[in-house]
């Protein structure tokens, strides 16, 4: 398991992190884990995503991937199987998003940090989508009624790369 000491310095490495040597980052992801480059670009580019928040959730995927490298079991790089396997696991939660109410919604997060294999990261992405203090009037954070889509999509990224590691 992730420790919340190794998300942290990751997430504060990551936001020091100069524009050129972010692209090489993306370029390295190109070549380390493309199928999760793909959904990443994908994702970030789809309604109901403004360019904002398809940047933002963009950037949370990279952070993800820097955050999952740094497992003590070797990250493999995650096949387009792994990621359908993924999606078809969260479809229950996005029909929950659906239905449910925030307060649903809340609830089931909490009870999924409890029992999920890295809770840190998970927790990471909550974090960065739900904090409204951290962002600028100009700059808000992703609109709440996307947060759950983002989640989810992340979450699907994540859970790609944890069937990935090394067992």
């Given amino acids: 398991m992730i420790l919340a ?41 789809q309604p109901p995503f403004d360019e904002h928040e398809g940047q933002l959730s963009f950037y949370v995927g990279l952070v993800i991937w820097q955050i999952m490298k740094q497992s003590p079991k070797r990250l493999r790089k995650v096949a387009q199987t792994q990621l359908k396997q993924a999606e078809q696991a969260n479809e229950e939660f996005l029909d929950l998003l659906a239905t449910d109410t925030e307060g649903d919604f809340f609830s089931a997060t909490k009870k999924m940090l409890e029992t999920y294999p890295e809770p840190e990261v998970l927790g990471y992405i909550l974090e960065v989508l739900l904090d ?19 989640f989810l999509h992340l979450k699907i990224i994540l859970d790609a790369f944890i069937s990935s590691i090394d067992r």
């Fill in 5 to 45: 000491e190794t998300v942290t310095q990751t997430w504060q490495r990551m936001t020091a992190m100069p524009d050129d040597q972010a692209r090489q980052l993306v370029q390295q992801m190109s070549v380390e884990q493309p199928v999760i480059l793909a959904f990443l670009l994908a994702m970030s580019d």
């Fill in 132 to 150: 409204e203090a951290d962002y600028a009037s100009d700059d808000p954070p992703i609109r709440e009624e996307n947060r759950g889509q983002a």
